[in-house]
């Protein structure tokens, strides 16, 4: 069975720091797409940013220059540093894999952005 495990949410205030963490189980990591979605209540879930399976990046406009999406294939890991944080980064933080027919979604971390 297919797990994505995310960890590393909390409650930090304006300016500050969070690293996300996305562990991947029982599935050949080093050939997804990861990437980290968001959703902020009442609002439609949304992209924050992707990284292939090569290394290539991309990032939501909102969230470039703050945060930046790594992954590490020997450990089945994907990460996400978040810095200088906003009340607009206040969301459940969703961990996504995807391949060729096959799309995995982690459980979801919450991130609150609050002084």
């Known amino acids: 069975q297919v797990q994505l495990v995310e960890s590393g949410g909390g409650l930090v205030q304006p300016g500050g720091s969070l690293r996300l963490s996305c562990v991947a189980s029982?599935?050949?990591?080093?050939?997804?797409?990861m990437a980290w979605f968001r959703q902020a209540p009442g609002k439609q879930r949304e992209l924050v940013a992707s990284?292939?399976?090569?290394?290539?990046?991309n990032y939501a406009d909102s969230v470039k220059g703050r945060f930046t999406i790594s992954r590490d294939n020997t450990k089945s890991t994907m990460y996400l540093q978040m810095n200088s944080l906003n009340a607009e980064d206040t969301a459940v933080y969703y961990c996504?894999?995807?391949?060729?027919?096959?799309?995995?979604w982690g459980q979801g971390t919450q991130v609150t952005v609050s002084s």
């Open positions: 996504n894999a995807g391949a060729t027919n096959r799309v995995f």
């Open positions: 029982n599935i050949i990591f080093s050939i997804y797409t």
């Open positions: 990284i292939t399976n090569t290394g290539w990046t």
